[in-house]
């Protein structure tokens, strides 16, 4: 399973327990006692409520500058603080890989440990995943502590996180540290499909680094363009994750744009922002909060810059 960072202080309306799933062990989110959110009673729907970041690139040195000349710690740290500020209303926080800087060192991790420790002791779980500019090994250096003893597969960090109305399946696309395509390989397809098949109703979320199409020149600004800039194996990833109708989106980073689009098949795709490398000033830098409900997920945009235009953007994504 992915890196799961426990909470520190006491737990209240969050309750984890260890798992196993199919072909490997997993973290189970168990539904809330009784006691629940302050504001739910009987009338009030029943919710799975996630922090999505992505793209942190944090660096061993905390002052480190993106070319943009944006302080990717300084970012981290505005966000983590608006996301404790919620924590009675939130289940988790994923980071939806590239947690590093340019090449998964391990001091890139240590930094980045020690500012999500704030999180932990506000009683928040928090999830990771990697990219292309991570680095299994030093990553599972700077978090032993958690690394899971039976993962699903020895070569790639998944895992699956059971909610109340969905369940979130994280998936791992880093293929070759600090360089630009991603795969899954055949490996997790076959796990990701005996996955699905063992579970047909309950709605999925897919989290994965990537973009699924192999070039999208539109949003990553390299010259000249890497030849394969996203998955690799996309086309049989998408054609696994349209074949099976409880798989309602997949959310991605990867290529510091937001944006949510809809296929032919009802499959949502949902491209994360930046939420400390920023590629493009003018385009929004942050993280989303989404609210899964039993039939639909809602998404807010909520940007470092309040002021920025698309910030409080709000979309809902019907389940097909």
């Known amino acids: 399973m992915p890196i799961h960072l426990p909470p520190i202080a006491p737990l209240t309306r969050r309750r984890f327990l260890h798992g196993s799933a199919l072909a490997g062990a997993a973290m189970t989110l168990k539904p809330f006692s009784p006691r629940g959110r302050a504001a739910e009673d ?30 990717m710690a300084d970012n981290l740290k505005q966000v983590l603080a608006e996301v404790i500020a919620m924590r009675d209303q939130l289940d988790a926080v994923v980071i939806n890989g590239d947690c590093a800087y340019i090449e998964g060192l391990r001091g890139d991790y ?38 899971p003893d039976a993962p699903p597969i020895d070569d790639k960090h998944i895992g699956v996180i059971e909610g109340r109305q969905v369940d979130w399946v994280m998936l791992d696309s880093l293929r070759f540290v600090n360089m630009t395509e991603g795969e899954l390989g055949q490996a997790q397809l076959e796990w990701l499909d005996r996955r699905l098949a063992a579970a047909p109703d309950k709605p999925v979320i897919l989290i994965g680094h990537h973009y699924p199409e192999k070039q999208r020149e539109d949003v990553i600004p390299i010259d000249p363009p890497p030849p394969i800039p996203g998955l690799v194996d996309g086309d049989a990833f998408l054609d696994l994750a349209r074949r099976r109708d409880q798989v309602k989106a997949y959310i991605y980073g990867h290529s510091h744009f937001w944006g949510v689009q809809t296929d032919d098949h009802g499959l949502h795709q949902v491209n994360l922002p930046p939420t400390a490398y920023v590629f493009r000033p003018e385009l929004p830098s942050g993280w989303v909060l989404a609210t899964a409900h039993a039939d639909h997920m809602t998404l807010e945009l909520r940007a470092v810059d309040p002021q920025h235009p698309r910030h409080g953007e709000k979309t809902d994504l019907r389940w097909r």
Do not use: M
Request: proline fraction near 9%; include cysteine; hydrophobic fraction near 35%.
């Open 42 to 71: 009987d009338t009030t729907p029943v919710t799975d409520r996630w922090a999505l970041l992505a793209d942190t690139h944090i660096d061993a040195d905390p002052a480190t500058r993106s070319p943009q000349d944006v302080c």
């Open 110 to 147: 240590d930094t980045l440990a020690k500012l999500l420790h704030p999180v932990s002791e506000a009683g928040l779980p928090i999830h990771l995943t990697l990219g292309n500019h991570d680095d299994r090994g030093p990553f599972y250096d700077a978090f032993a502590d958690h690394r």
